[in-house]
């Protein structure tokens, strides 16, 4: 389904794949428990494969935000215009997919949602199916909501019996990692964040364009910008084999060139096992407050 692997989101993008540890004064807002609204947010999943399956343009026209952008598994950005091309001229082609649970947090008029899929798929005429964890930030915008970012990472074969890790030492593993990232943002430590962060990690601003590591580790070693306490909301943690998702909110203090960017903040990290090591691989976040 949604699987197309996916500075200004700075303050909640870049940054708050970190976390946990120094608190504020000011309490985390608490996330939506409204059934309702979590379903809401749920039912844009389906809607979103349905329409694949289907070839509704214009439907996914509507579920995609207008300044929807993901990177494409070789780092390329992909806009909704792209994405809305290749359903349209059959480059991309989904048959059938079955949704796996769904973990769903909401703030206001920004969500998250995480979960994993199975796909029969083909892209440019070649098989492309299997299975994926997936990750999407969506914004309520003139009453729906609408995807603007999105993430995804391929986990095994449609057929493999594997299933989510309920491993509470691997799924804490996860959690600590976001200690560990904050840890080293506070410290300005950038080995440390050179480590944690993959080589090939990236993601999407505001404005669209690709934000890198190099530049990321820059900043950090500038100075230009700095994380000076933070606070982590309850995460929601999905594990399978290699691939997880983490998705928590935040409440920080932060500089960036010297202006106070504080506030709260949402945030998703897709990590893949490498090695014996975790790495980040893609981050999607947003301000809330």
Not at 216 to 233: A, D, M, Q, T, Y
Request: one cysteine or more; charged letters at 25%; glycine letters at 8%.
């Amino acid at each position: 389904m949604k699987k197309l692997q996916m500075q200004k989101f700075v303050g909640a993008v870049l940054f708050t794949s970190l976390c946990a540890g120094l608190v504020l004064a000011q309490p985390l807002e608490a996330p939506s428990n409204d059934p309702v609204v979590i379903d809401a947010v749920k039912q844009v999943g389906q809607d979103m494969g349905d329409a694949m399956v289907a070839g509704d343009i214009d439907k996914l026209n509507q579920i995609y935000a207008d300044d929807f952008a993901t990177l494409g598994s070789e780092g390329k950005l992909i806009t909704k215009q792209n994405l809305l091309n290749d359903f349209e001229s059959f480059h991309d082609k989904l048959e059938w997919f079955e949704l796996g649970p769904t973990d769903v947090q909401v703030f206001g008029d920004v969500a998250m949602a995480q979960g994993s899929v199975k796909e029969k798929r083909t892209r440019n005429g070649k098989d492309t199916s299997g299975k994926f964890l997936w990750m999407d930030l969506l914004k309520k915008r003139a009453g729906k909501w609408a995807v603007v970012r999105s993430a995804g990472a391929r986990v095994v074969s449609a057929d493999s019996p594997k299933v989510q890790s309920q491993d509470p030492t691997i799924v804490e593993t996860m959690k600590q990692f976001a200690q560990y990232t904050g840890d080293a943002m506070v410290a300005g430590d950038v080995d440390k964040l050179n480590q944690i962060y993959a080589d090939d990690w990236a993601t999407v601003d505001s404005s669209g364009k690709i934000f890198t590591k190099e530049s990321l580790l820059s900043n950090f070693k500038s100075g230009k910008h700095k994380l000076l306490s933070f606070e982590i909301g309850p995460m929601d943690v999905q594990v399978f084999g290699d691939v997880a998702v983490v998705q928590a909110s935040v409440t920080e203090k932060r500089l960036h060139d010297g202006k106070d960017i504080s506030g709260q903040f949402v945030f998703m990290d897709l990590l893949k096992k490498r090695g014996d090591k975790w790495v980040i691989v893609r981050t999607l976040g947003t301000k809330v407050i």
